[in-house]
């Protein structure tokens, strides 16, 4: 009886230890299984970001080092996961031929197949890094840089707009996706810093704008889907809400790197206050055990770590790009909790299904590349003097005690109690 008992308490212990703050090993688990598990367009553009943010941090719109001209010199073989991503996307890109996407008229096709005119987008950034390092090179046909420009002409001329001009999350009717917002402006912006364009670039922040008046509610967090016919959810989900701030803080960044600053610093301030508009109205839901529900203002939903660890990681960029502080003691107690969901093989755990955003389910792509993003995030706001922590020098994301706190059930809690109890009538 006594050995089972302490066996019991101990294993218990050590797994909720290892779960907070991820060890190194752990967090490779987690990169590995997101580059495994990884398929939709939209999964596959969040995964090179996540890559990124994790592994190039110099070349992303949140560097504060020039990221743009990092691209001079730059060589394929320096970002080989990236290349790897854009080559499969462009051996999956529909056998639109190229020349009558680029025929002088106004027009241009998508990199993927996709009912979602917003998701392929998302694959831009990694399309246009493949292009730059190599010069255009072509894949079944299209140059990398040719297949980018296709996709931004179909974004600009073929996808239905709503009646204010935003560029519809589908391609058969208009209809606005919080998703889309992380999806689409970011390319745009991205490319407009590339290729010396400020119409474009406005574009991008004008594109913020128009989803925000539709998609805001009265109290600041944004509807997931409206407008237009068949699938809505006029529902505070999550993580609509973390891709919305994400997107418009990627933006605000890739404005910043530009040298269009200057000259745009009032649409700098709107994105900047859109996005702590959501950080605002969504504190007060984070639950006592570190997470928001999936959608965040019903109680009744489950509880979600995919959406709360992109809230975390973003909160946390909020910091490192020195915009605020504010979020992040909420920021890093979101992700502690997340943290304690990721299972021994490197799965987040009790997740929102990706594929039916209403429901829970057992594993999520994108939610693998948000916490990969939180920690790459936690890195560098770590090694900037961990701004506006309130632990002391102790790890924020928790001790092995705050991590007990953080990962016991209650039910968990009364096994351990149980446990000891036994253990003290020994
Ligand atoms: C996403 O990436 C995976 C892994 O490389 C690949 O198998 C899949 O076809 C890609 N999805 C799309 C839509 O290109
Ligand atoms: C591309 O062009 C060729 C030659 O004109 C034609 O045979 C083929 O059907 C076209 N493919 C598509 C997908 O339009
Ligand atoms: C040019 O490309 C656009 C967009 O793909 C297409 O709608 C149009 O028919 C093409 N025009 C000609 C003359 O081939
Ligand atoms: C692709 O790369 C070439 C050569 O570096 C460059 O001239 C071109 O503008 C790039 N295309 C895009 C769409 O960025
Ligand atoms: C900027 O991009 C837009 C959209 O692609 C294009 O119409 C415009 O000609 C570009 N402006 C410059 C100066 O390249
Ligand atoms: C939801 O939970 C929060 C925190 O646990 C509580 O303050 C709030 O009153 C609850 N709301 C409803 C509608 O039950
Ligand atoms: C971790 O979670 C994944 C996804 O739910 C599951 O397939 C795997 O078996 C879990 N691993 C362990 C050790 O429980």
Request: proline share 3%.
């Amino acid at each position: 009886m006594r050995s089972i008992a302490l066996l019991a308490a101990s294993s218990f212990l050590v797994s909720s230890v290892g779960a907070t703050h991820l060890t190194d090993s752990l967090l490779n688990k987690v990169y590995n299984v997101m580059e495994e598990i990884n398929v939709a367009s939209w999964e596959n553009g969040t995964k090179s970001i996540a890559i990124l943010e994790s592994k190039y941090p110099e070349l992303t719109v949140y560097s504060s080092n020039s990221p743009f001209q990092k691209l001079d010199g730059l060589k394929s073989g320096q970002i080989s996961e990236i290349i790897d991503i854009a080559q499969t996307t462009l051996q999956n890109r529909p056998n639109s031929n190229a020349t009558s996407s680029s025929n002088g008229t106004l027009g241009g096709s998508s990199l993927l197949q996709d009912g979602a005119a917003g998701d392929p987008p998302s694959l831009g950034i990694a399309v246009l890094l493949a292009n730059a390092t190599t010069n255009n090179e072509q894949v079944k046909g299209i140059g990398y840089g040719d297949a980018a420009t296709s996709q931004l002409n179909h974004l600009l001329y073929n996808v239905p707009r709503t009646s204010s001009g935003a560029i519809s999350h589908r391609e058969d009717q208009a209809q606005l996706w919080s998703d889309s917002v992380y999806m689409v402006p970011p390319f745009l912006a991205y490319y407009a810093v590339l290729h010396n364009n400020q119409t474009l670039l406005q574009e991008a922040y004008r594109q913020c704008s128009l989803y925000r008046d539709t998609l805001r509610q009265d109290n600041g967090l944004w509807a997931h889907i409206l407008l237009g016919s068949g699938t809505h959810d006029p529902n505070l989900w999550i993580t609509g809400n973390a891709w919305a701030a994400t997107g418009m803080l990627r933006v605000w960044a890739t404005i910043k790197a530009s040298s269009y600053a200057g000259d745009m610093s009032s649409q700098m301030d709107d994105l900047k206050n859109w996005v702590t508009e959501i950080y605002d109205a969504s504190q007060s839901y984070i639950t006592s055990d570190g997470l928001f529900h999936n959608y965040l203002n019903d109680n009744s939903s489950f509880k979600d770590t995919s959406g709360s660890a992109l809230m975390a990681a973003t909160g946390i960029r909020l910091s490192t790009l020195g915009i605020t502080d504010t979020y992040v003691p909420n920021s890093l107690k979101l992700l502690a909790a997340v943290s304690s969901y990721i299972n021994s093989t490197g799965y987040l755990t009790q997740v929102v299904n990706p594929y039916d955003f209403s429901k829970q389910g057992t594993y999520s792509p994108e939610g693998q590349s948000f916490v990969v993003m939180a920690y790459a995030a936690y890195k560098e706001w770590d090694s900037l003097g961990r701004k506006g922590s309130t632990s002391g020098k102790d790890d924020p994301l928790g001790s092995s005690s705050s991590a007990f706190k953080v990962a016991v059930p209650a039910v968990m809690g009364l096994v351990v109690s149980t446990v000891l109890g036994v253990w003290s009538m020994i």
